[in-house]
Each structure stands twice: as structure tokens, then as C-alpha cells.
């Protein structure tokens, strides 16, 4: 089971991002997948997952509505489109699998890839 993240980078305040967690390894529709993201300092914070059973998409009510979690079968790639980014929505964002899990608890998933940065800053 591998997950790699790419996407993040700098970004100025009100724009936008979209983070790739890219799965190989596994069938992708039998697993959660999960975004997570970690301050400095902070603990890991889950934002939202997409379900293997049935694509449901569920989210923390901090964003806002400001991110939506989508899947590219085709591509074995689950996506996290970040719009009217803020400067507290720095951090490294984590993706993670788990064939049996669906939640926001960092500790209930198996996997995870190595991370990407997002810096929000004018």
C-alpha cells in the first residue's frame, strides 16, 4: 500500500489548491480515504474522507465548505480542491487509507503518505 501526496506549495490568502493523493497497491474502491493536516505544534487534524462502499464524501464543519474531496478511479487518485485559502490553513496535509475505518481519528488509519506542504501568505 503506497499513498504519495503532491500539490502543495505557497498560495496567497483567498486562493486555491488542489492536493493529489495518488494510491497504488490496494483497489482503491475498497478502501477510506482520508485528508488529514498538521501545524507546528499542533496535533493531526482529520478534514475530510471519501468512503469505499459508497463514495460519500464527509467533511469537518471548520472548512467552511471551503474544500471538496473527490475520486479519479481511472487514476487511483482521491483529490482535495482547497478554495479561499487563509493563512491558518497552513500546514503538511496527509492523506490515509484504511480498509475498514471511515472517520476523522488520525490513529484509526493504517496508512499514510509522506505529506505535502501548503503555505498560505501574502
Known amino acids: 500500500v503506497q499513498l504519495v501526496e503532491s500539490g502543495g506549495g505557497l498560495v496567497q490568502p483567498g486562493g486555491s489548491l488542489r492536493l493529489s493523493c495518488t494510491t497504488s497497491?490496494?483497489?482503491?474502491?475498497?478502501?477510506?480515504i482520508a485528508w488529514f493536516r498538521q501545524a507546528p505544534g499542533q496535533r493531526r487534524e482529520g478534514l475530510s474522507f471519501i468512503t469505499s462502499s459508497d463514495g460519500g464524501a464527509y467533511y469537518v464543519d471548520t472548512l467552511e465548505g471551503r474544500f471538496t474531496i473527490s475520486k479519479d478511479h481511472a487514476q487511483n487518485t482521491v483529490y482535495l480542491q482547497m478554495n479561499r485559502l487563509k493563512p491558518e490553513d497552513t500546514a503538511v496535509y496527509y492523506c490515509?487509507?484504511?480498509?475498514?475505518?471511515?472517520?476523522?481519528?488520525?490513529?484509526?488509519?493504517?496508512?499514510w503518505g509522506q505529506g505535502t506542504q501548503v503555505t498560505v501568505s501574502s
Open positions: 497497491g490496494f483497489t482503491l474502491d475498497f478502501y477510506t
Open positions: 490515509a487509507a484504511d480498509p475498514f475505518r471511515a472517520n476523522f481519528v488520525a490513529k484509526d488509519y493504517d496508512y
